[in-house]
């Protein structure tokens, strides 16, 4: 997994889950997942130790990759995750 220091992350598609919680985080995601084709990319900006640590983890498990993860200075992280 790739850290990536206040660059720009492009995606075919972004999902804002700052506002949910867990497990809501990953439902959210996993359905936007199911939405896409495979090889493209999903930009999830989510906020809270609990999503930061379960979404990559729960992601790979299913066959997507993390190409990217970076915290920002306002507490939401981004992930930038391609479908598998």
Do not use: Y
């Amino acid at each position: 997994m790739n850290s990536v220091c206040k660059q720009e992350l492009s995606s075919d598609r972004t999902l804002d889950i700052t506002s949910e919680t867990c497990p809501m985080t990953f439902v959210r995601t996993r359905l936007a997942l199911d939405r896409m084709p495979s090889g493209a990319t999903l930009l999830v900006r989510l906020r809270g130790e609990e999503p930061r640590r379960n979404i990559p983890r729960t992601a790979v498990e299913q066959g997507h990759a993390v190409l990217a993860q970076q915290d920002l200075p306002d507490g939401v992280t981004e992930l930038l995750l391609r479908k598998g």
